[in-house]
């Protein structure tokens, strides 16, 4: 008797089979109903869109995908931050603005990108949408890979939009089965651990017709939860039980229909300009179904900042969207990864059988690099130039990076967009980037560096308190006398609201990359082995904000081409 193939065999099997179809369509002219009619991307501003226009021209002008159709990148206006959902009732007015009534016969995938990737800042310069992973020929990047992974979508769906994000990914083996056709929402749902539904969105089912399990079955919602208690799940039937066995279905990606896009243009139209962040799952989801009611606009506990027309805001919303169906399409053999911070990054690229093998992950992806033995399994480099005599330790990634001879980097750490010169050593656990930034009209180079568990975000509430910021796990009183400098030295960037690592200016400015690199690493030691080391007098320090606010796109991509062509020539 044949045994049944197993869930990562399936995965294995279906993943390939998208890839295979995508990269089949990489640089040609796609046929009208083969592929999406119009990709569009949020950005945060204008900046980012700008950033993200140039990074698309490049790719499609080097054939990495698919031509004949319209890529869009829209930015939020300036002002309030206004949340994915916000990006995406103001990208459905700019679209419906430039395609009128046209928009209706189009099969839309709207990919939300917008935001700094302050837990993964190696995407900060670029976008998290353009992060590269390793797989393909040429080098896949996160756009790449959602495209191939909904590959089959388009084709099986009636006009509309398919709503995801850019820093998470589904796997799936039903996939020529999967139809979007029906009126109001459609979302797929993956089973997940309990603990894994208290940080996502839950959906509480209508009772099955037929109870049997399969990879594929299409359910209506009672009532979405968003991040709910174990507790709260419990109570609202949302839990479910497989041979003693407990989970829950989690969302990820939606389709809303040409229909329902329209009532959220016409509720945009009544409640614009927005002040504040609307959420395109907890606030447009947890209104649909028969089980919905209108308690959770008052809950603010998953908010960032409370702006005092939130409340209203979703109480339209929801009044917008009662009686619209929420249909759930459950995808039992599939797995939802989440790629948004470093430890999550570090894991699924070096650590995670799953992942390495349901999407063919490789240790050395389009770069100049023979690994050890020992390397092949549990490191990853990635558009990247090595020395021979370079080693990568088990659990790092370097990207888009070149390193000198006999160089080494060590466990769990992050090299990206770096020049490390001859006999240089990357201690364990640190994440060192270098970036380009204009400075007084011309190009600079600085290079930042943080632990891996260094947490960005933490502000503390005034000056007075950045002892509580740790740097490498010494405080950052202890990180300036290490590197010869005073408190006074220390300026925060912004507008002098937040304290935070994010715009703490600890990072020298130097006329070149590799010097930049060393510059910064010769900080890190210091810190490391609780030796001092001196900063030139009058050094300039920025912090990654600034860095960030003053970006030099071109240089950045410049440097890459660079690694691009000499990684080709090598081949």
């Not at 390793?134 to 959602?146: I, N």
């Not at 594929?216 to 039980?241: I, N």
């Not at 690229?349 to 992942?355: E, G, I, Q, R």
Request: proline letters at 5%.
């Amino acid at each position: 008797m044949n045994e049944e193939p197993s869930s990562n065999t399936l995965l294995q099997k279906a993943t390939k089979d998208k890839l295979e179809k995508f990269n089949r369509l990489r640089g040609r002219e796609v046929k009208p109903g083969e592929f999406w009619d119009l990709v569009v991307i949020t950005a945060a501003d204008e900046d980012q869109r700008a950033a993200y226009e140039l990074q698309i021209r490049e790719k499609c002008s080097r054939k990495e995908l698919p031509l004949g159709i319209s890529y869009h990148v829209i930015a939020d206006p300036p002002g309030y931050k206004i949340g994915n959902g916000g990006s995406t009732l103001h990208s459905l007015q700019i679209l419906s603005d430039a395609y009128g009534e046209s928009l209706s016969r189009l099969r839309v995938i709207l990919i939300h990108a917008g935001g700094f990737s302050q837990r993964l800042p190696n995407a900060s310069a670029l976008g998290k949408i353009f992060t590269a992973l390793p797989l393909g020929e040429p080098l896949y990047q996160m756009l790449e890979l959602k495209l191939a992974m909904y590959v089959d979508f388009p084709s099986h769906m009636k006009p509309g939009m398919l709503i995801t994000c850019a820093d998470d990914l589904e796997l799936y083996s039903a996939s020529d089965r999967i139809v979007f056709d029906k009126p109001g929402f459609t979302a797929l749902a993956h089973p997940s651990s309990l603990s894994i539904g208290t940080t996502h969105g839950v959906f509480v089912l209508e009772p099955a017709e037929d109870p049997s399990v399969r990879d594929l079955e299409y359910r209506t919602c009672f009532q979405f939860l968003h991040k709910p208690s174990v507790e709260r799940m419990r109570s609202r039937g949302a839990v479910c039980t497989n041979a003693d066995h407990e989970f829950v279905y989690t969302d990820s990606t939606y389709y809303v229909d040409h229909a329902t896009t329209t009532l959220l243009l016409d509720l945009f139209r009544d409640i614009r300009p927005l002040r504040c962040e609307v959420d395109a799952y907890g606030d447009f989801l947890q209104g649909l179904g028969p089980g919905a009611t209108v308690d959770y606009t008052n809950d603010t506990a998953n908010v960032t900042k409370k702006e005092s027309s939130l409340v209203e805001i979703r109480e339209k919303i929801f009044h917008c969207l009662r009686g619209a169906p929420l249909n759930v399409i459950l995808l039992n053999e599939s797995k939802f990864y989440h790629l948004g911070t470093t430890e999550e990054y570090l894991f699924h690229f070096t650590a995670d059988p799953c992942l390495r093998g349901e999407l063919g992950i490789l240790p050395a992806a389009f770069s100049v690099y023979e690994p050890e033995a020992s390397e092949k399994a549990a490191a990853c480099v990635m558009h990247s130039v090595l020395h021979p005599s370079a080693s990568v330790s088990v659990g790092s990634v370097v990207e888009y990076s070149r390193l000198g001879a006999e160089v080494t980097v060590g466990t769990r750490a992050i090299v990206s967009g770096c020049w490390v010169g001859a006999g240089l050593s990357v201690p364990d656990e640190t994440f060192i980037h270098s970036l380009s930034t204009s400075l007084d009209g011309r190009t600079c180079f600085v290079t930042v560096a943080f632990s891996v568990r260094d947490d960005l975000k933490k502000s503390v509430s005034s000056p007075a308190g950045v002892n509580e910021l740790e740097l490498f796990g010494a405080t950052l009183e202890e990180c300036v006398s290490r590197w010869g400098l005073c408190a006074g030295d220390v300026k925060f960037s912004g507008d002098g609201s937040v304290w935070n690592l994010w715009n703490c200016c600890l990072f020298p400015v130097c006329e070149d990359r590799k010097s930049s690199f060393a510059a910064t690493l010769g900080m890190v030691w210091a810190v490391r082995g609780k030796e001092t080391v001196a900063l030139p007098r009058n050094t300039k320090l920025l912090s990654l904000q600034e860095i960030l606010q003053n970006k030099d796109l071109e240089q950045m991509l410049g440097f890459r081409k660079g690694l691009y062509e000499e990684i080709l020539a090598a081949k």
